[in-house]
């Protein structure tokens, strides 16, 4: 799973506001990548999300977003066509640009396999494209539309069914992929190029990706994805591709771009460093990556990770739950379950009856507990006494020294 899995909104050319998904991984992004997904799919089908997940899993910031027209998207998909997909493609590309960092690898499937190839000669910063189960040309969809043509051609458009689903497609669409010609786009383009195709694909032959392969120029690669079927059913399959694509395209990227945090720090040492100059941080603690982040409210915080307090209560909380554990198992208690829910706030010396200092504004976290299991009045308080006991508890009591020096970078 992605640390942060964000829903934003882009404009298309068109001015439509496209949906989308991006996932974060949780150290500083090797490389920023763009998914399109097949002909009327969306971001979220099946392949589509697993992919980027296992992307991102594997250190790559992932954009998947529906085409004009379809999911959340706005616009009519009848009057979109290859072209306006192409667009919408480097629109996405250029959002990336401006709000995190150009993506250096695009990947598509079936259709939109056929659109980052096309895609791919305008936007610059590419270094990388991956097609699976891709046509070598877009007329290619055609065939899907079979008995629809005629009236499509007729009537202008016409109501088909694909998958299950009603979709108009208008004539535009295919006057559109009739003048295509993506093997010219093909030779143009300055990028690697990995070609993955099953040969039991029955949507799309197999012929296309030698079609595709025999049209780019090197550095070009091809995979055969036995067994798989054109949507990538199965997980494993769609987790092999990622798997592929991630070590492929690493051999493309900068070594800045795909420099990442250290995977371990010292044990008892927590390493906290900023990403690209923001409120968001990146944290290693041991081989356990995180991030932390302020909400969008506040100014250059983009609520990728808990905040500096939500950290707090969450040490907090989970050392109470884990000292009742101890004890419960030490005593032979039948304690069940452990739920804390803490909240953090400030509030004046003075309504405090309890505190010590009188003037100014004292820190106050509450503290709820709740106890599972068949434990009496006597055991729960017992248990009351003993979150208090916990070592972060007593870390945030005792008094405290800080302190802090200043280093030169090596």
Not at 82 to 108: K, M
Not at 288 to 295: K, N, Q
Not at 389 to 395: A, G, I, K, S
Request: glycine share 8%.
């Amino acid at each position: 799973m992605p640390a942060s899995s964000l829903r934003i909104r882009f404009p298309n050319r068109r001015g439509d506001e496209l949906a989308a998904r991006l996932e974060l991984p949780s150290t500083r992004p090797r490389g920023h990548a763009i998914f399109a997904h097949c002909f009327t799919c969306s971001k979220d089908s099946a392949a589509a999300v697993r992919i980027a997940r296992a992307l991102c899993a594997r250190g790559f910031a992932v954009l998947r977003f529906d085409f004009t027209g379809l999911g959340q998207s706005e616009g009519e998909f009848a009057q979109t066509t290859f072209s306006t997909n192409v667009a919408d493609l480097v629109a996405a590309a250029d959002w990336l640009r401006a709000e995190h960092q150009a993506p250096t690898l695009l990947l598509g499937h079936s259709l939109g396999g056929a659109a980052v190839l096309s895609a791919a000669p305008d936007i610059p910063e590419v270094r990388a494209v991956a097609t699976l189960a891709a046509p070598s040309e877009p007329a290619h969809v055609k065939h899907l539309l079979a008995g629809d043509v005629d009236a499509i051609e007729r009537d202008g458009s016409a109501e088909v069914q694909l998958a299950g689903r009603g979709f108009r497609i208008g004539k535009d669409l295919l006057d559109d992929l009739d003048g295509q010609r993506l093997s010219a786009r093909i030779r143009q383009l300055d990028a690697a190029l990995l070609v993955l195709h099953s040969p039991q694909d029955t949507i799309v032959g197999i012929d296309n990706a030698r079609a595709i392969y025999e049209a780019a120029r090197h550095p070009k690669s091809f995979l055969t994805l036995d067994g798989a079927d054109h949507l990538l059913t199965n997980a494993a399959d769609a987790d092999y591709v990622a798997d592929v694509v991630s070590a492929w395209a690493s051999r493309y990227l900068d070594p800045d771009e795909s420099e990442v945090a250290p995977e371990h720090t010292e044990a008892g040492e927590v390493v906290v460093v900023e990403r690209d100059g923001g409120l968001t941080q990146e944290v290693r603690a041991g081989r356990h990556a995180l991030l932390a982040d302020e909400p969008t409210s506040v100014a250059g915080g983009s609520d990728l990770g808990p905040t500096p307090y939500d950290y707090l209560l969450a040490g907090l909380g989970a050392c109470t739950s884990m000292t009742l554990r101890m004890y419960a198992r030490h005593k032979g208690l039948p304690l069940e379950g452990v739920r804390v829910s803490l909240t953090h706030d400030r509030i004046h010396a003075e309504d405090c009856e309890d505190c010590e200092k009188t003037s100014g504004q004292i820190d106050r976290i509450r503290r709820t507990i709740e106890l599972e299991g068949d434990l009496d009045d006597d055991v729960r308080q017992r248990l009351l006494e003993i979150a208090d006991r916990c070592p972060v508890h007593r870390t945030l009591e005792n008094e405290k020294k800080i302190e802090t020096q200043l280093v030169a970078r090596a």
